[in-house]
Each structure stands twice: as structure tokens, then as C-alpha cells.
């Protein structure tokens, strides 16, 4: 029962606030392998949902149980399914997506301006955000609901929340990118799709649908008014090589989608011009040409190969030349009803009235024109015929009134022009005189229905025979595809003389040829034909790479509003309550009598307001803006709910609010809660080793501009420039993201190949100890750990919070102090120190005398004989780093381990070398309460002097007269002790007033004012009130 | 070259190598590695002594040249190395955090001092006399060692005191620098040469004839490295001692009664300046007093065990136990000395609550005890 032992080995604590981490660290520091569940995206958010920023005191518990090697922590996760028994127990958790890689995201926040949806009252509050300021982990969360009604009702699944919510920014060009992602033909569809999208669009709960595709059409128009050309480029086509037949949606986009994904593709069309029935079938007033041929050339423009007037008879004979084949040939063959008279001189097919008068052939038409159909194509031909000075058009057709296929608005927009329409009426015969039609003769019909194979049963008045007079018939009945030639090609055909395919993968029966479009469906929609490319595409991939076929990509459940959802929506202002704006049309007496499109688009401000609308069913629009905004990799919007399955020996339970509808079994542990552990001995899990070093160091300097946050305010390679020429750096180089795993690898390769000694990383780790203080943060820590594996030696200086976030306003001050820090760091770098915090005695200095223990507060340090002589020695398990010892040590025998009292003047030195900007402050603080006022005044933007520089003491009683009338040597105009309000020090130090006021008599010795010195102090966490005291500070000095 | 003209100057070429120094030493008797007679033959033949840390260490008081008999000056050969080894970036570990030397370093700047706080009513100054007193560095040290109770305002009131009664009515200037001598020793020469120019000038301007300090250091400085380094002062410079015992008047039994005292002759006063008879005079003179000398005395007395705020250590902490071992088998019930900075030493090692009664001895400096008497 071996895996029975292993498994009492380990935990699972369910729970993410404060006391399971607490928990979870005693579990683990007891050798345990620990799994932290929290249905929570970060540590610290119990109870569930609470967004605001934890407490700083809990911060280190949170980081250290998120960083320790034997916790696996698991957010967004839940329990499931519990089995088995105490000592084995089989857990099941579903951790629910977070659509960002916790160990990828850096939490730099690129994508979060970038992302158009607000979710929130303000301008603050975006879809991308992080769980809360310095979460832990802190990685950003994607707010989903789900897949948005319309662009689940889309067949090709376009990003219309996406579009619309950069409409709604006013950002077009971000708009037509996310269009461009799934449909190569936005001015096309944004004209003439059927929009299944507003079908479904939840703001007709409220009013009317938003205008989806006029707003397609609006970011279309303003791009190639732009002249913006596609966004997409292709890599080099070195896949092998693949034919499309057919140059209509349904082959474009698949040829689209082959070339960018590298295949060489050649599209055969049979016409003299591509497009298919886009280009020859759709009205030129609804469709202007020109559109479609600037689609078309954008995607050819990917280096597709397009063979016009090359008709395809022979399949074998291309499958020879090529490895894969869509066939994407349409339904371009027009359908006349076997009646007598159909083949009169006089009696047009749909397809070649429209084609010819598209292409600009002359078509002969009478006065009178009567057509035969009552679908869409039934209504382009009669509006077409209206264009082309045929005095009288009307139309008849099965169907009622009510059911003919034709959109209801495309029936209006017939009848507006004067088309007259007759249902209901069955065609009987053509009748002529002497050849020339007179007209038809009709029944009414009382009953009509097609079957599923497209059979009819028709049920006519008898009686009821009468003649609809006209001198020209066009037959608008439907088309179908010209598979003449298949019938050698091993090809199967329906009934509805349709190509057969697998209508999940398109695959036919004959391997590596696959087919869609209307060719496979009928006649249907652009969009439809558009999806039958991308999924041609999918599966054409798929074979070529010799995987499984597979259906439809995964989309999340679409969603269902719930109407306090939408009513808070629109109180919040994340929706206007506008009515649904009008598009222009020109009017019907000017339209009818020319090619002009009849519709006219929305204005630039019809737009936004449309956009406005949106009520953003899913929050995330899935826009992929922050996609493109991350230089990580971080987000994976496809990311699923993933099932877990882990074996535990115990489970506790430290937050009840984690379960619902799932009890566990009676023996679980309901966690105690443990007392506090003081934060201050929480420390990375590092190794111990021995950081001594003979001879001159070698430092190089890495510089992380953190995705922009430091890059976009501070000028990194002036930064690298300068420090190149410190003393003692031989290498500079800028790491984008030092945080990251690949960050870490390229700092420890240059370590290698330059053979530094140190490295001095300018970033936003702050301090270049293993301990994890108030201020740290789950990027620091993750760098950290990864970094310190190396054997070189880290200076870490934070120029992120303490320059770039705080004097973003002032970028060439803020370079400047992220100079001066880094030259600091270089200068403490070169020499060496153990990075710890301890207080250390040199044996040959120590006198003895024991002031050290005197003034230790944890009772850390104690003279001892040693041989003949008595010496002060460290108990390190009990010694806090507060330095006291050392302030106060007469011979500086004591030293508080880093950061020396040489490394301090150094550091004081550094700063205060260059004359810029002058004059400088220095302020010292404590690495506690002090130091975190800065941090927060950083992350919260609030500015303070960009002349002061901030020097961390693990607490002020390490300071000392010398350090502080160093200053005054070197230049400082004041100098600002920031501690602990009185009885908050976390070291229980108390030197720090008697130091001030003794320093003070000594400067008004030496004739200098006594307020360029002064004692203050910040309560934890206080950003404002740092940035207050150190302003109110500096206007004095 | 530099080393050279040191070798040249103090004569370290005339080292026979007898290591009588090394015998003598007070350090290399508590610390094996430590070795005037070898540090010499380094130098001699071209070691290294720059980055050696125990070049810091020498005390420099002078006791190995009283042995020496080629006449070696080994405490200013010391001092040549030490400016040599600074100028190459160099120093020594600092005691007191470095507080004392950057003070001295902040003294050569441009600076309106307001040090004379001390001064209190009843004690007689003028603007302009002949007579200036050079408080040195007793306002400050009076606040940096508050903690060992150093009497750094009454030795200065006290000097103040004994000028009135012997009719003199000093100046003090409130600009007055530090005489320099730390950073002298130290090797930090550039600096040095700063604060002794800016006192020249000031002493120059105030017209004083005569300069009076209480003070070794400052005595020793003013009247012997001033002159070597930036040209003498016009002034005579006299200590506190030289006068006190010159023109004694009539003194009055002190009123706390004190029976034997001993006496810690300041290197700078004694070995270095040959005056190891005034402050013997000036307390034996006084009523009810009988000096008892320590073992070691005069030429062979055993220095307070610092010097120049360096490289103090548990060596030095032995020294000072051992003369005030010494000091208080003489029975004395006081320990007088005439520099500030042997009291501040003896009062560190004696902070130390475990320095046994056999080394614990009131500390007095000479000028409190005369004045208290006058």
C-alpha cells in the first residue's frame, strides 16, 4: 500500500483567504504536498467576489503560500466530486477559465487600457483587469458571461460584441481588424448578410436589435475610405500546395485561411472575373462591384494564385498537382419550371439575367416583366429589371404573402419602388402569341409545402385560372449547382442534386477533396458560404497534417441575460437607452431608375450611438484587443473548464463559503485558524549558499521596461547607456519581462556568457533579500525565485513604482532617478554582502562591550566568550534584521548583513552624485510602513517631488548620525527619517527619536538648519500620506 | 616615489631590525600578526601594505620609537603609508559610523558654526584678545558621546574658568574647524590641508599672539603639522598644562576632597610634544592632591589604546583595560588626563558592564580638576 503512504503526504485545503494560506503554509512547511482550492481567481478574496485589495499585513502570508514549492494552488478551481476515504481520497475540481496564464501574465497591464469594455461605473473597470491591486496571483482575469447571442447566431461566430465595443471607443481601425478575423468580406456582409445576429440580439428585450450589420458596414466604409489595407499577413507559403475551385465567399475564405496558415493555394474560377455570385448574382445598387474587388484583392494580396476562365472538368487530374481540394463551385445554374412555353424567346433564368447584367452584357428586356420567384434572388431580379427601363415589373410567386422566403425589409424595400407582387399563385403556362409572351397563366393556390428532399405538394382553387399579362418572364426559382462533370469524379450527389459531404467536416467520399458553399447547401448567404471556407480550411489543415477531422471550434454557452442584468446595464451607463438609429436609403423614386446603392450607411456619429446600444451580453467582447496588446502570450481566449482529478491523504476545510451543494466527507478537517506568524520571517524558498567573492566583481545590469509600464515613461537605453560606464559593469542589456521564466533564462545566460559576479536587475523587485515584506508582490516574488537560483549575487532596484508609475508625468526626472537608482544598486552590488537580513559581528572589531545587547529588542544578540575573549554573537533564528545593533555598535563591529553600512554610503554616494535634478532629498524609511507608502503612492500614481530619493532601512533604528550628516556631505538639501507611528515598529526598536534629536544638535553645531532633519512617520499602506509628508517635506527644505 | 621620500624622511632606512618596536608595541604585544619592525621591512622591500588592513591599526603613539635607536619615526612612516593607501581609495574601518571623520570632512566646507553654546555666564570672553582659546571639537563630541557622560562643555568651560582666574580673558571664535588632526593620521591629507588653511586664516584674522588649546591633539597639531603642512601660525600655540603651570596662582582646596589622582600622559603631549612635566606640575600643586604615577609613565606610558577613530576593535578594548588596570593599582581615585579623547576611550571600555572593578577609575581631565581648585 505504498501510494496509500504517499498519498497521507498530502493535502487538500480548500479555501483562499487568508487563514487557508495559513494552513496551507503550516501543511507545507511540514514537509506536506499541498493543494489550495479557491473558487476565487487570487488568494485573499474571501469572502468570494470581494474585490477590494487585501490587507497589506496578509499580503506575505498570501505570496509566501502562492510561491512555496510543495503548494500547488489552484484558483477559479471548485470541489466537485469527493470519493474514497480518509488517507485516499480522489478528488474532483473544475477549475473554470481565467483566459490568462497565470505564469505567463505579468501583470504589466498592456491590455487592460486596450480593452474597449467597461464593466464598471467610470472609465475605470475593463473587462481585462486584475482580481484586485497586487492579487495574488496577479495575473489578470477576463470577465466572461459567456458567448454573446449574436455571435453565437452567426455561422461564422463573428466578434460583433468586439467590433461593436471598439466602435462604441471610436477606435474604426481596431474594429476592422476584429471583423477581418473571421470574414474576408466585411463591406459585403455588412450589406447584404441576412444578420442572423439581430435575430437574436438581446436589446430587443429591451427595444429593437442593435444594427449589427450596418455597423459593419460603417467600420468597412471607413477603412477603405482610410485606406486601410488588411490587417493579416501571411507567412511564407511553404505548406503544400492546395486548389480551390470556385473564387465565390465559400473558396476565397478558404484560400484565405490556407495561405495564412502557409499552404500554396490556387483558386480556379470559371468566370472571367472572381467573386462568384457575390460579384455576378448580387445587384450592383445593393453591392457596388468595386467593393468587391478591393476584398478580393486583399486576399489574393496573401499570395494566392487566382486562375480566371479556367473551368475545373477533371478532379483527378488536380489532385494529381495538388494535395487537397475545395470544390466551391456554386449554384449558378438557374432553375425553370417544366410548364409550357418556359423555353419561349423572351423567358430569362435568374442566374443569367444576373449575371449578364452584372458583367455589363446586353439583356433584352419588354416593357412589362413579370418574375417568377418570391425569394431574395426573386427580389434582386425584379428590382434589377425595374433599373433596366422596363416599364412595369411585377412578381408572383407560391408562397403567401406572409411565407415568402424573401426577408420581409427586402420585400418593402421592392415595394416601395413599385413592384407589384402576387402570391399565391401557381404558374401553369406561358402564354404567346406568335412567339411573343403575353403572359402567364395562373392558379390561386390554397395549400403548398415542401418536403425535406425539396418535393412539393400543392393544392390549387380550381376555377380560379387567370392571366398575369407581360411581355417578358424570368424565371426566380432557385439554382443549383453545375455538377455535370462530377459524375466521373467519384463523387456522391443528394437528391437536391447538392454535392455530398460531411456537413461537420465537409470531407467527401473521396479523400482530400472537400466541398461547400452553395454547391453543398443551396442557395444560401454569404455568411454561409463564408462558414463553409473557414471550416473547409479547418479541415483541410487537419488532413494535410494527418489529424482527425473535427467539427465546430468550442464556444462557451451562449448567453441569457437575466432582466436585472439588463436593467443594471442600463442604469450603469454600459448601454444608452437610444432607439435603434435609422439607416439612410435613397429614396425609392430616385433609386428605382439607377444602380446606385440604395443604402446609404450610417454617419460617424449614427455609428457610435448604434454601438452605444450594445448591452455587451458576454462583458468580454472577445475583440482579441488584448490579445494583440500582450507581448506575453499570456491570454488564451479558447481556454475551456478543465477537469482535475487529484489524490489526497487529508482535505480541510478552512472557507465554508467554497462549498456549495457538496458535502464532504464527516471525517475532513474543518482548519483551524492559526495564530499570525509574524510576517517578517516569511521567505522565498530559496537555497542557502555562500555569496563570498575574491577579487574585482563583474556586474551586469538588466533593465525590464515591464510591457511599457517603466518603457513608455523611462528611456531604458539611456539607463543601460549610462550604467555601462559605472564602475565595475562589463554588460548592460534590456530584458523585456524579467518576471517571466524566459526573462530569468536570458538574465542567466548573459551571467554565463559575460561571467558577472552581480547582477543588478532595475525592474520592480525592490529589495535583494529572500524575505517577503508588505511591499512585495506576486511578479517580484515569481522573479525572484526564479532568479535567485543563479550563482550570481541580485541587486534588485524598483524603478517601476518608485519612477515610472509615480513621475510618469515627468519622464526625463524620472530616467534620471532610475539612473541614480541603478547606479546605487551597482555600487552596493560591487560589494558583496550576504543578502540577508541578520545582524553579523566581525569578530575583530567586537569590543565586547555589549550594546548590542542592550539595545536588541528581540534579544537576538549576546556578548559570549569565545577563547579568551568576549564576543558578540547572533541567534538568527531570533534576530529580525532591524539593525539596531549595528547603528549603535561603537566599532562597527555589528553589521545588519545587508545592506551594510558601507553599502549604505555608497548607495548615498550614488544618488546623490549627480547634479540632476537638484536639489536632491534623501529620504530614509523603514522597510515597513514607510517604504509601503511609497510602494502604494507609486501603484496609485500619486506624485510626490521627483528630486527625492528614497533609501529602505529594514528599519530606522539601523540608521545612524554617520549615515545621516553623510548626506549633509554629500549634498542633500534635507534629509527625512519616515519610521513607524510610535508603537507600530515591527522590530520593537526604539532608536530612532533619540538619533533624530542628537543628530540635530549636531547639525545645529555645525550652523545648519535644523529643519532640513525630521523625524515622521506613515501608518501601513498610506500612499497619500507618504507623497503628502515627502511633498510638504521638500517645499520646506 | 612617494614611498621613497617617506622611507627618506622618517628613516625607516635605518632599520637594523633589532625589533624593539615590535617589543614595545602595544598592539602586536595583544596581536601576533601584527609587527612594526616587519611592516618597516615590507615597506623596505616593497610589499604591499596599501590594502593590508592592519596598516589601520597602529595606534601611532609613538612608544616604538622611543625604543628605536636608529631613530626611526615609525608613527609619521605609518602616516605616509596611510596617505598613500587613501589616495589609492583605501581607509580604515571607522568607529562611531563614520559620524566623527564626516564631520571633520563637512568642517572644510563653507559653514556658519554655532558651537558656542557652552559658553555660560560667569565665564569671561571678548571679541578681541590676545589670548585665543581653541576649543576644537568639544561642542560635538559633548553630543556624539552623551552616552558616556564625556564632560565635553566643561572642559571647555572649565579651560575658560582657569584663563579668568589666571586674568586672561580669551576670544573663541564660533567658526574655529576642527584642527584636522584625525584626518591627518587617518591619511585623508587633501582634507586635512583644508581645515588647517581655513584655520589659519580664521586665527590669523582674529590677531590673536597666542593660542591656547585643552586639547593634545589640537595642541600637537597647531604647533607642530600647521607649520609642516600649510606654514605656522604667528601665534604662539601653548596647552592649557604649559600655562596652568607656569602661572599658578593661588589655589583653593576643591571642594570635593580628593586624595591620589593618577596621570595618563596624551601621546600628542608627551611622546609627541615632550611636555610630561606641566600637568604633573600643575597637580601636584594642588591642595590635598597627591599624584601617584602608574607603572608605566612619562616616555613609557601606554596609550589609551585608539586613535583617529579607526579600526577599533577588541585589541584596542584590551589596551584600555589594561592601563586602567594599571591606573587603578595605584590606588589613585582618579585618572587625569589631558586629552579629551583618552577619556572618551577609557569611558567606552569602561561602559562595558562587564569590565570588573579592577579596571574601573573615575576619568578626569586635567583643566576641570585645576579649575575646580582655582
Redesign the interface.
Given at each position: 500500500m505504498e501510494w496509500q503512504e504517499e498519498h497521507r503526504q498530502s493535502s487538500l485545503v480548500i479555501g483562499g483567504d487568508v487563514a487557508a494560506a495559513r494552513v496551507a503554509l503550516k501543511l507545507a512547511q511540514e514537509g506536506q504536498r499541498v493543494h489550495l482550492v479557491t473558487r476565487a481567481p487570487s488568494l485573499g478574496q474571501a469572502p468570494l467576489g470581494n474585490l477590494l485589495p487585501v490587507e497589506p499585513p496578509l499580503l506575505p502570508e498570501l505570496l509566501a503560500a502562492a510561491s512555496h514549492l510543495q503548494i500547488t494552488l489552484l484558483t477559479n478551481a471548485q470541489v466537485t466530486t469527493v470519493e474514497g476515504r480518509e488517507g485516499n481520497y480522489s478528488v474532483t475540481l473544475l477549475r473554470h477559465p481565467r483566459y490568462v496564464d497565470e505564469e505567463r501574465c505579468a501583470a504589466c497591464g498592456r491590455c487592460e487600457p486596450n480593452c474597449p469594455v467597461r464593466i464598471g461605473r467610470g472609465s475605470d473597470g475593463r473587462a481585462i483587469h486584475p482580481p484586485y491591486t497586487k492579487s495574488v496571483p496577479a495575473a489578470y482575469v477576463i470577465e466572461k458571461r459567456g458567448t454573446a447571442p449574436c455571435r453565437a447566431a452567426c455561422p461564422i461566430h463573428q466578434r460583433a460584441p468586439g467590433y461593436i465595443a471598439l466602435i462604441r471607443e471610436g477606435r474604426y481601425e481596431e474594429a476592422w481588424r476584429a471583423i477581418k478575423e473571421e470574414n474576408p468580406f466585411p463591406s459585403i456582409c455588412g450589406r447584404v448578410c441576412d444578420h442572423r445576429c439581430e435575430d437574436e440580439c438581446s436589446r430587443q428585450r429591451v427595444d429593437e436589435s442593435v444594427s449589427v450589420r450596418a455597423l459593419k458596414r460603417f467600420v468597412a466604409d471607413w477603412a477603405y475610405a482610410k485606406g486601410k489595407t488588411a490587417p493579416l499577413k501571411a507567412p511564407l507559403a511553404e505548406g503544400p500546395p492546395v486548389a480551390v475551385v470556385g473564387s465565390g465567399p465559400a473558396g476565397l475564405t478558404a484560400a484565405r485561411e490556407l495561405a495564412l496558415l502557409g499552404y500554396r493555394v490556387t483558386v480556379f474560377e470559371a468566370l472571367p472575373v472572381p467573386g462568384g455570385m457575390m460579384r455576378v448574382e448580387i445587384p450592383s445598387f445593393r453591392l457596388p462591384p468595386e467593393l468587391i474587388e478591393r476584398e478580393i484583392d486583399e486576399i489574393l494580396a496573401l499570395g494566392i494564385e487566382l486562375k480566371l476562365n479556367s473551368r475545373v472538368e477533371d478532379i483527378g487530374g488536380l489532385l494529381e498537382e495538388y494535395e487537397a481540394l475545395f470544390l466551391a463551385l456554386g449554384a449558378h445554374r438557374g432553375r425553370k419550371l417544366p410548364i409550357p412555353g418556359a423555353d419561349l424567346p423572351g423567358v430569362l433564368v435568374n442566374t443569367d439575367f444576373l449575371r449578364r447584367v452584372n458583367l455589363g452584357q446586353e439583356v433584352e428586356l419588354g416593357e412589362r416583366v413579370l418574375v417568377l420567384g418570391g425569394g431574395d434572388v426573386a427580389i434582386d431580379v425584379a428590382r434589377t429589371a425595374l433599373r433596366l427601363d422596363a416599364k412595369r415589373v411585377e412578381m408572383a410567386c407560391l408562397e403567401s404573402r406572409e411565407g415568402m422566403p424573401a426577408y420581409p425589409w427586402e420585400i418593402e424595400a421592392a415595394e416601395a419602388e413599385g413592384i407589384v407582387i402576387h402570391p399565391s399563385r401557381a404558374f401553369k403556362e406561358i402564354v404567346h402569341t406568335k412567339g411573343r409572351i403575353t403572359g402567364v397563366q395562373c392558379l390561386d393556390v390554397t395549400f403548398m409545402e415542401f418536403d425535406e428532399d425539396g418535393r412539393l405538394t400543392l393544392e390549387t382553387r380550381p376555377g380560379s385560372e387567370h392571366l398575369l399579362p407581360c411581355d417578358t418572364v424570368i424565371f426566380a426559382i432557385g439554382q443549383d449547382p453545375d455538377l455535370g462533370f462530377l459524375s466521373d469524379g467519384g463523387l456522391e450527389v443528394t437528391l437536391r442534386r447538392t454535392i455530398a459531404v460531411d456537413p461537420k467536416t465537409l470531407a467527401t467520399e473521396k479523400p482530400g477533396v472537400f466541398a461547400g458553399g452553395d454547391a453543398v447547401t443551396g442557395t444560401a448567404f454569404v455568411v454561409d458560404a463564408i462558414a463553409a471556407g473557414h471550416r473547409a480550411a479547418r479541415s483541410i489543415d487537419r488532413y494535410l497534417r494527418g489529424e482527425r477531422l473535427r467539427g465546430e471550434p468550442f464556444l462557451p454557452p451562449k448567453v441569457e441575460l437575466t432582466e436585472e442584468e439588463i436593467a443594471q446595464r442600463l442604469s450603469l451607463g454600459l448601454a444608452s437607452r437610444r432607439p435603434r438609429a435609422q439607416i439612410a436609403t435613397l429614396p425609392p423614386s430616385k433609386a428605382k431608375r439607377s444602380f446606385r446603392e440604395v443604402e446609404l450607411g450610417f454617419t460617424e456619429e449614427q455609428a457610435r450611438a448604434e454601438a452605444e446600444r450594445c448591452l455587451s451580453c458576454g462583458l468580454c467582447s472577445e475583440c482579441l484587443e488584448c490579445e494583440i496588446a500582450c507581448e506575453t502570450g499570456a491570454i488564451n481566449h479558447e481556454e475551456r473548464p478543465l477537469e482535475l482529478k487529484v489524490q489526497v491523504g487529508s482535505i480541510l476545510l478552512a472557507d465554508a463559503h467554497e462549498l456549495e451543494d457538496l458535502s464532504l466527507p464527516p471525517e475532513t478537517i474543518n482548519a483551524p485558524s492559526l495564530p499570525t506568524p509574524p510576517p517578517l520571517t516569511l521567505r522565498l524558498p530559496l537555497e542557502e549558499r555562500d555569496w563570498r567573492l575574491d577579487g574585482e566583481p563583474r556586474v551586469g545590469v538588466f533593465v525590464c521596461p515591464c510591457g511599457g509600464r517603466i518603457g513608455e515613461v523611462i528611456d531604458v537605453a539611456e539607463v543601460c547607456r549610462e550604467a555601462i560606464s559605472l564602475p565595475g559593469v562589463v554588460h548592460t542589456q534590456e530584458i523585456p519581462y524579467a518576471c517571466l521564466i524566459e526573462g530569468a533564462e536570458s538574465i542567466h545566460g548573459a551571467i554565463t556568457a559575460h561571467n558577472l559576479h552581480q547582477a543588478v536587475l532595475a525592474a520592480c523587485s525592490c529589495c535583494s533579500l529572500d524575505q517577503i515584506c508588505y511591499s512585495c508582490s506576486y511578479q517580484r516574488v515569481r522573479s525572484k525565485v526564479n532568479l535567485l537560483r543563479s550563482p550570481s549575487f541580485f541587486e534588485f532596484v524598483n524603478i517601476r513604482e518608485h519612477c515610472a508609475l509615480v513621475h510618469g508625468d515627468e519622464p526625463e526626472l524620472a530616467t534620471e532617478k532610475a539612473k541614480d537608482l541603478v547606479a546605487s544598486a551597482v555600487a552596493r552590488a560591487r560589494l558583496m554582502t550576504v543578502p540577508l537580513p541578520k545582524a553579523q559581528v566581525e569578530?575583530?572589531?567586537?569590543?565586547?562591550?555589549?550594546?548590542c545587547e542592550e539595545v536588541c529588542p528581540a534579544e537576538a544578540i549576546k556578548?559570549r566568550e569565545d577563547g579568551e575573549?568576549?564576543?558578540a554573537q547572533v541567534d538568527l533564528s531570533l534576530c529580525t534584521g532591524c539593525g539596531a545593533c549595528a547603528?549603535l555598535c561603537?566599532?562597527?563591529?555589528v553589521t545588519a548583513g545587508h545592506i551594510s553600512?558601507r553599502q549604505l554610503?555608497v548607495t548615498l554616494e550614488a544618488l546623490l552624485a549627480s547634479p540632476n535634478p537638484e536639489p536632491k532629498v534623501i529620504v530614509f524609511s523603514c522597510n515597513w510602513k514607510a517604504y509601503n507608502g511609497a510602494e502604494m503612492a507609486g501603484l496609485q500614481g500619486i506624485s510626490y517631488p521627483p528630486n527625492v530619493r528614497l533609501i529602505r532601512l529594514q528599519c530606522l533604528g539601523r540608521l545612524?548620525?554617520?549615515?545621516i550628516?553623510?548626506a549633509?556631505?554629500l549634498g542633500a538639501a534635507g534629509v527625512l527619517m519616515l519610521g513607524c507611528p510610535p508603537g507600530e515598529c515591527e522590530h520593537r526598536s526604539e532608536g530612532a527619536e533619540d538619533l533624530f534629536k542628537?543628530t540635530q544638535?549636531?547639525l545645529?553645531?555645525?550652523?545648519i538648519n535644523k529643519k532640513r532633519l525630521r523625524l515622521d512617520s506613515i501608518p501601513l499602506g498610506d500612499g497619500r500620506l507618504f507623497a503628502q509628508k515627502v511633498k510638504r517635506f521638500v517645499r520646506r527644505v | 616615489m612617494e614611498m621613497e621620500k617617506a622611507i627618506k624622511e622618517t628613516h625607516a632606512y635605518r632599520c637594523l631590525e633589532c625589533g624593539k618596536c615590535t617589543a614595545v608595541c602595544p598592539l602586536a604585544r595583544l596581536n601576533s600578526i601584527y609587527s612594526p619592525r616587519l611592516t618597516v621591512e615590507r615597506a623596505l622591500w616593497g610589499g604591499d601594505l596599501a590594502h593590508d588592513r592592519l596598516l589601520w591599526s597602529c595606534l601611532t603613539c609613538g612608544a616604538c620609537s622611543e625604543r628605536c635607536q636608529s631613530d626611526v619615526a615609525y608613527a609619521e612612516f605609518i602616516r605616509h603609508l596611510r596617505t598613500q593607501a587613501w589616495k589609492g581609495g583605501q581607509s580604515g574601518e571607522c568607529a562611531h559610523g563614520g559620524a566623527l571623520q564626516t564631520l571633520m570632512r563637512m568642517m572644510t566646507k563653507d559653514l556658519k558654526q554655532k558651537r558656542l553654546g557652552w559658553l555660560k555666564r560667569g565665564l569671561e570672553v571678548v571679541e578681541r584678545s590676545d589670548t585665543l582659546y581653541f576649543v576644537g571639537c568639544l561642542p560635538y563630541l559633548e553630543v556624539i558621546f552623551q552616552d558616556l557622560d564625556l564632560p565635553g562643555h566643561k572642559i571647555a568651560r572649565s579651560t575658560v574658568k582657569a584663563l579668568n582666574r589666571l586674568g586672561i580673558t580669551p576670544m573663541v571664535l564660533e567658526n574655529e574647524r576642527c584642527c584636522g588632526h584625525d584626518l591627518l593620521w587617518e591619511g585623508d591629507i587633501d582634507n586635512f590641508r583644508r581645515l588647517a588653511e581655513l584655520n589659519l586664516q580664521t586665527i590669523e584674522e582674529s590677531g590673536a599672539q597666542r593660542v591656547v588649546t585643552s586639547c593634545a591633539e589640537c595642541y600637537h597639531t597647531l604647533a607642530v603639522e600647521y607649520p609642516r603642512y600649510v606654514g605656522g601660525l604667528k601665534a604662539e600655540v601653548i596647552h592649557i598644562s604649559e600655562l596652568l603651570a607656569q602661572e599658578l596662582p593661588g589655589l583653593k582646596a576643591s571642594r570635593k576632597p580628593i586624595k591620589r589622582v593618577t596621570y595618563q600622559d596624551p601621546c600628542r603631549l608627551g611622546r609627541f610634544s615632550g611636555l610630561y612635566e606641566p600637568p604633573r606640575q600643575v597637580i601636584v600643586s594642588l591642595p590635598g592632591v597627591e599624584l601617584v604615577e602608574m607603572e608605566r609613565n612619562r616616555a613609557q606610558a601606554l596609550c589609551c589604546g585608539t586613535s583617529c577613530w579607526t579600526n577599533c576593535g577588541a585589541d584596542n578594548k584590551e589596551i584600555q583595560v589594561e592601563r586602567l588596570r594599571e591606573a587603578k593599582a595605584t590606588g589613585a581615585e582618579l585618572l587625569i588626563t589631558a586629552c579629551p579623547k583618552c577619556q572618551i576611550h577609557f569611558r567606552c571600555a569602561m561602559s562595558d558592564e562587564k569590565v570588573g572593578q579592577e579596571a574601573r577609575i573615575e576619568v578626569e581631565d586635567l583643566v576641570v580638576l585645576a579649575a575646580n581648585a582655582l
Open positions: 569578530a575583530w572589531r567586537c569590543r565586547g562591550c555589549g550594546t556578548v575573549r568576549l564576543i547603528a561603537p566599532s562597527g563591529a553600512d554610503e545612524h548620525s554617520g549615515l550628516l553623510k549633509f556631505e542628537r544638535a549636531l545645529g553645531l555645525l550652523g | -
